[in-house]
């Protein structure tokens, strides 16, 4: 059976299987949303409330609408870590539906880079198209984090004042909550609801731990738990964590500037050759077109592309400093 047929039918299967997940997906919404509240109602009114009781209400979740997708997807590693990944970014959809997603870009990638007739550029088109969406989501937690990292201090000086003016631990989360936009007011307000629901503090500020990937929000919670079982004022140590966050900023920004040289090489290291090509084609177009007419040519052009991505990867991971 020819190649082309092969990839047919797997991009076939994979955009049906794509149709009915989203389709199942916006169905279920709000079937979906108003199951949840129920549940929610109903374990609030029930007379003895466990943990498991308050993680089923809190954290029932499922990858894909599909059954049988969805026990699939539980038995993989990268699933969960995908699924936390979705939850930090804040992104809509689930596991299940990007990666089908994934799959249906990498069919396309790899049909895409077969007319080149060479395996290995199908191989690595279709992987850097399915990646695509991988990459965007990560991005977007890498923004959110970012957000909410620049928010912290000044979210652990009003919690500060707050048990300075004689509010409770909850009352300055609540006034956190009610006060921050996203992402650090929804996350508080969430940690406030399992307190609310009979979880342990300790337990809900791990869990804001695992939902944030926040080195600063780690000192503010092992600190709020050593407090509380060793005394002390609490108020003047969140002062002090904020006031350590604020100094990290401030050396973080010193080695931007100092390490802006080399994302400044980085910058024009991987944009010269893509310059030159340009600038050497439109004086001589016959002569720059061997490297795409010849053998000899199109080898000399991936063993560039090749190079340029690993010194981009060396730069990049000579310049990023962990503060």
């Known amino acids: 059976m020819p190649l082309t047929v092969i990839l047919a039918v797997v991009a076939v299967l994979i955009v049906f299987?794509?149709?009915?997940?989203?389709?199942?997906?916006?169905?279920?919404?709000?079937?979906?949303?108003?199951?949840?509240?129920r549940n929610r109602l109903k374990a609030m009114a029930m007379t003895d409330i466990s943990a498991e009781n308050i993680d089923l209400v809190l954290h029932e979740a499922a990858m894909s609408e599909v059954p049988l997708f969805n026990r699939l997807l539980e038995k993989m590693r990268w699933a969960s870590a995908l699924e936390k990944t979705i939850s930090q970014a804040d992104a809509k959809?689930?596991?299940?539906?990007?990666?089908?997603?994934?799959?249906?870009?990498?069919?396309?990638?790899?049909?895409?880079?077969?007319?080149?007739?060479?395996?290995?550029?199908?191989?690595?088109?279709?992987?850097?198209?399915?990646?695509?969406?991988?990459?965007?989501?990560?991005?977007?937690?890498?923004?959110?984090?970012?957000?909410?990292?620049?928010?912290?201090?000044?979210?652990?000086?009003?919690?500060?004042r707050a048990l300075k003016a004689g509010h409770t631990f909850g009352g300055g989360m609540r006034m956190v909550a009610d006060e921050f936009v996203a992402p650090i007011g929804p996350e508080f307000g969430q940690t406030l609801d399992e307190i609310n629901y009979g979880m342990d503090v300790d337990r809900a500020l791990l869990n804001l731990q695992d939902r944030v990937d926040c080195t600063d929000l780690k000192f503010f919670i092992v600190s709020?738990?050593?407090?509380?079982e060793t005394g002390g004022n609490l108020a003047e140590i969140i002062a002090k964590i904020a006031e350590l966050v604020r100094e990290r900023f401030a050396l973080f920004g010193k080695i931007r500037v100092l390490s802006a040289e080399g994302?400044?090489?980085?910058?024009?290291?991987?944009?010269?050759?893509?310059?030159?090509?340009?600038?050497?084609?439109?004086?001589?177009?016959?002569?720059?077109?061997?490297?795409?007419?010849?053998?000899?040519?199109?080898?000399?052009?991936?063993?560039?592309?090749?190079?340029?991505?690993?010194?981009?990867?060396?730069?990049?991971?000579?310049?990023?400093?962990?503060?």
């Open 93 to 160: 959809g689930t596991a299940g539906v990007y990666f089908l997603v994934c799959a249906l870009l990498f069919v396309i990638g790899f049909y895409a880079g077969s007319f080149s007739g060479r395996t290995l550029i199908s191989l690595g088109s279709g992987l850097l198209l399915g990646y695509f969406p991988i990459m965007r989501l990560k991005g977007m937690k890498r923004k959110r984090m970012d957000r909410f990292q620049q928010q912290l201090p000044e979210a652990l000086d009003l919690m500060a």
């Open 224 to 228: 709020v738990n050593i407090q509380r």
């Open 263 to 323: 994302r400044v090489s980085a910058y024009i290291l991987t944009s010269l050759p893509f310059l030159l090509s340009g600038i050497l084609y439109m004086l001589n177009a016959k002569y720059v077109s061997l490297l795409w007419t010849r053998e000899l040519g199109q080898n000399m052009v991936w063993t560039a592309a090749v190079s340029i991505v690993l010194g981009v990867l060396v730069i990049r991971k000579i310049i990023k400093i962990k503060v």
């Open 17 to 37: 299987g794509l149709v009915m997940g989203i389709s199942s997906l916006m169905q279920s919404g709000s079937d979906k949303a108003e199951q949840r509240v």
